[in-house]
Structures are given as structure tokens and as C-alpha cells.
């Protein structure tokens, strides 16, 4: 059968990183068994919908590069794909799943609920307590259709017969089991005549002929429900195999990776920045701290997969090939975003200038760096292997782009005096009347003065690295100083020796 795998969220804010990860191992999983990837947009909490959350999803997948086939934005033969266009659907389940038995409806209204709650601590809506609530299972079938045509509000909830063990053969964690005396009978359908989550979920699944739910650990213990639903309505023969993801932990620490962690340890747990009501409701993102998104990737593929081996930079490609569900570990992954940062700093490394060019030239801009195609690729291939990211280009390397801020002073004691104040003026002269001014030439003349006035490469090159970018840890020195170009060259060796 064909694989069918479906990223499920629901748009209640920013999409946290750990909701990217499942999105991924599901494509993932698709793309190596030439299935397909839905997007399902599961909105049927009204009041848990947060405006600009939906096109956040798809704008985030869009970045990791995550393409759904079918789904909200993408279109697709089983549509609608948002759970809210799909109301009437929903509708007629819940009906038809009173009328098998496995559901009945309830007329108690939220206060007399809550009183119960009130009254009794521990009280939940189950195979006890059903009997003495206001229900079909109850009230006589004539009183029933009565209040249901004279508008009376009810749910539909789903009857758990008590007694039996539910066992689910979950991929990663092996069999589960659940005692269905020990769950509370759901409800399916509000009386707002809005579906749950678990309704509007199982019956999507259905109907759009979902072979496998890969999602979070949090949504484990619902299975039972969702197992009880899929044979409600007959349907255990096409029910899903579940497979739910370990959680991902804080950096440090007890306890899973929480939004509040950001700003705690000052790391994105988002993939695109977030502008909430208030500051601490706004997050920055993964995009915006300067990951490329092949980087998020491939870290997020290995938080919580374990492909056995040392690889661990792995094309989208490789990572088709190479997932697998049973390789996903059932205990907590760490979020370690050193880790994340090595391999962003790989992926620029590895990145071609073109490419890096055009991702630095907003940054470029906002800096009023006024710079040519030709000068930003020339200067991103100088810079490359020296930034984690992408606004390092023009924070760390600004001086690519602007003359140099502040000296590394503690060299310039060590190395700075009164002789090679003299050779470096007479450099500077030497410079300033180079006829080719690229890196080759100004490496062979450079030597060759320095031979002439038998100077040591370490009693002038680090001057020079210096004078061009305020510190050793700088590019090349003649590359630089190509691409810079002769008069941006000498006014620093100028500067440089006024400053002293
Ligand atoms: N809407 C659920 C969520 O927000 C989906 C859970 C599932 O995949 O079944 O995570």
C-alpha cells in the first residue's frame, strides 16, 4: 500500500522547533517510500486560533525546504485539508458512531459539570459515572430526540466500555498498553457542533487513507482513544501504525525544550522569528539568527535519530536514504545547540559564493554596505571559513565593507616599534605604486621587500592583517588586500601608523 504520511499541527502560535523535526521525519519517511506528505491545518479549537499562525507553518516548511504534496497551500485530490473547512463531515461521523454504539449524546451542561468537578476531586466522565449524568444512555430514547429537536445543547462522547487492555504497536516504543477502565469517555463533538482533535483527527486519517502517524510523545496516551474510534467505526483494518517521537530536552538541565527556553539560554527554538502581542511572546527564529536551513536540517534530523555509524553531515538525499523509523530512540533527545552551530558553520563552508552572496546581501544592505555581485561573493569565499553565522559576514568581517574599528592592541604592543615604524611607512610607499594590485603579485613584492630589508614574516604580515581588519584572526592578508583594493588598502596602512 501506498505510503500516505500527514504533519498535523494546529495554528495556536509560532510553530515550536520540535513540530519542524516531526514535519521532517514524516517527509523524510515519504520521500524514501516514494509516499506522499500531507498538511493537515488542525483548527477546530476556535479559541485556541491564533491569526498569522497558519501561513507561519507554511512559510517555516517552506524555508527547511519541506514541501508537502498535498495540503493547506499546495492542494491535493482529499481536500479540504483545514480541519474547519471540513465541519459537516465531521458531523455525520459523530452521528453515525451514536448509532453504532459507540457514542451517545450528552446534554449536561459545563456548570452542572463543574460542580461535579467541585464536589468530587477526582471526578472524570467515564463508564462509572455516565450512569448517573444527564445522557442517552440514560434518559429514555423518546426524551432524547426531544431535546435534541427542541435545541437543547449537547456533545457526542465516545463510549469506553470498560474492562479490556488496549494494546498499541507503536514502531519505536514496541507494544503499549492501555487499561480502557482507566479512560474518561471524550468528547467527539462539541456543542458548538465543532469536532475534537480526536474526532476531526481520526476521521481525517481515515479519509484521507493515512498509513502512518508519525507525531509527538505527547499524544501517546490519546491513542487509546484513537484506537477505540478506529474500531467504533469499523475501521481497524486501515488504522495508521503509530509511531510517537521522544521528547526534546532543555540544553541543560531536567525537562523538554520549552519556548520560554530561548531567551533563557538565548537560542532560537523557533524556525522564523515570531512577533507576538507582547515582547516575551515574540521569539527570533532559526532563519533569522543566521542558519542556513539545510544546516536546521540536518541537526534536527539527528535530535532523536540515530543512524548507527560516524556520518554526521547528511544531504537531504543521504538522509532519504538513510531514515529509518525503527533508528529513533524512545528517550529524550537533547537539544544541543553547540552542535547546531558546528554545522551551520560547515554548511557556510561548504555553501558556494553565489549562493552565500545573495543570502548576506540583505544583511549587507540593512548595514548600507553599497557593494557589487562581484564584491560580496569575492568577499562571503574570504569570509567563508571563518563565520557560524550568516550576519557574521558583515558583523565579525564588517571590516570587508567599512574601514577597521579597533585594533588587536595587544599584538600591536608586542610588535609595534620605532624600526619597523620605518619599514612599514616605507611598505605603505611600495604598496601604494604596485601596478597589479591582486593577491599573487602582492604576495611576490611583499616577500620580496621583506627579504630585501631581511625582516621575518612574523615582524610584518601581522602588522598588515592588522592594519586591514583590526585583528589576526582575519582573512588571508593578500587576498584581502585584493579585494579591498589598492586605495582602501593604503588608506588603512596609513591609518594604522597614525594611530600609533
Ligand atoms: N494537531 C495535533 C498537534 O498540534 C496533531 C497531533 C497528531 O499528529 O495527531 O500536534
Redesign the pocket.
Known amino acids: 500500500m501506498a505510503v500516505r504520511v500527514r504533519f498535523?499541527?494546529?495554528p495556536t502560535g509560532a510553530l515550536h522547533i520540535g513540530g519542524v523535526r516531526t514535519a521532517l521525519y514524516n517527509y523524510l519517511f515519504a520521500r524514501q517510500q516514494k509516499g506522499t506528505f500531507i498538511l493537515r491545518i488542525?483548527d477546530t479549537d476556535q479559541g485556541r486560533y491564533v491569526p498569522g499562525a497558519e501561513d507561519y507553518i507554511i512559510e517555516a516548511l517552506k524555508w527547511v525546504g519541506l514541501l508537502p504534496d498535498e495540503g493547506v497551500g499546495f492542494g491535493g485530490p482529499d481536500g479540504p485539508y483545514r480541519q474547519s473547512d471540513r465541519k459537516e463531515i465531521y458531523h455525520k461521523y459523530a452521528h453515525d458512531l451514536v448509532a453504532r454504539g459507540h457514542a451517545y449524546y450528552a446534554f449536561d451542561t459545563p456548570v452542572e459539570l463543574d460542580e461535579r468537578r467541585q464536589a468530587e476531586e477526582h471526578f472524570t466522565y467515564n463508564y462509572i459515572s455516565r450512569n448517573g449524568l444527564n445522557n442517552s444512555l440514560v434518559l429514555d430514547p423518546e426524551a432524547v430526540q426531544q431535546r435534541i429537536a427542541q435545541g437543547d445543547p449537547f456533545v457526542i462522547r465516545l463510549k469506553v466500555e470498560p474492562g479490556r487492555s488496549i494494546v498499541i504497536h507503536d514502531l519505536i516504543r514496541g507494544e503499549v498498553v492501555f487499561e480502557s477502565s482507566e479512560l474518561d469517555d471524550k468528547v467527539l463533538l462539541k456543542a458548538d457542533g465543532m469536532p475534537t482533535?480526536h474526532l476531526a483527527?481520526i476521521v481525517d486519517d481515515h479519509l484521507m487513507r493515512i498509513t502512518h502517524?508519525i507525531?509527538?510523545e505527547e499524544?501517546l496516551p490519546s491513542t487509546a482513544h484513537h484506537v477505540l474510534l478506529y474500531e467504533g467505526f469499523g475501521w481497524q483494518e486501515t488504522m495508521p501504525k503509530f509511531s510517537h517521537l521522544p521528547l526534546i530536552m532543555k540544553p541543560v538541565g531536567n525537562g523538554k525544550l520549552s519556548k520560554r527556553d530561548g531567551a533563557k539560554f538565548g537560542i532560537p527554538v523557533f524556525p522564523l522569528s515570531w512577533k507576538g502581542d507582547t515582547p516575551e511572546e515574540s521569539f527570533e527564529g532559526f532563519r533569522e539568527a543566521g542558519f542556513l536551513p539545510e544546516a536546521v536540517v540536518n541537526f534536527l534530523a539527528l535530535l532523536g535519530w540515530h543512524p548507527g555509524g560516524d556520518q554526521e553531515i547528511f544531504t537531504k538525499e543521504e538522509l532519504i536514504q538513510a531514515f529509518s523509523i525503527e533508528h529513533i530512540g524512545k528517550s529524550g533527545a537533547r537539544f544541543d545547540f553547540e552542535k547546531a552551530k558546528s554545522f551551520n558553520q560547515k554548511y557556510i563552508h561548504a555553501k558556494d559564493n553565489a549562493s552565500l552572496a545573495a543570502m548576506v546581501r540583505p544583511l549587507a544592505d540593512a548595514k548600507g554596505y553599497q557593494v557589487s555581485d562581484a564584491f560580496l561573493e569575492k568577499a562571503v569565499g574570504l569570509m567563508k571559513e571563518r563565520v557560524t553565522f550568516l550576519q557574521d559576514f558583515v558583523e565579525t568581517g564588517y571590516y570587508l565593507f567599512e574601514p577597521v574599528k579597533s585594533n588587536d592592541e595587544e599584538t600591536l604592543q608586542k610588535r609595534w616599534n620605532g624600526d619597523i615604524a620605518a619599514v612599514f611607512a616605507e611598505l605603505t610607499e611600495k604598496v601604494a605604486t604596485f601596478d597589479s594590485f591582486n593577491a599573487v603579485a602582492l604576495e611576490d613584492a611583499i616577500k620580496q621587500f621583506m627579504q630585501e630589508k631581511q625582516l621575518k614574516p612574523g615582524d610584518i604580515l601581522p602588522l598588515l592583517r592588522i592594519a586591514l581588519a583590526g585583528t589576526m584572526k582575519g582573512p588571508a592578508v593578500f587576498e584581502m588586500a585584493e579585494i579591498l583594493g589598492r586605495e582602501a588598502t593604503v588608506a588603512r596602512l596609513r591609518a594604522l601608523q597614525e594611530s600609533r
Do not use: I
Request: glycine share 10%; proline share 10%; net charge neutral.
Open positions: 498535523a499541527p494546529s488542525e482533535y483527527n502517524v507525531r509527538g499524544w
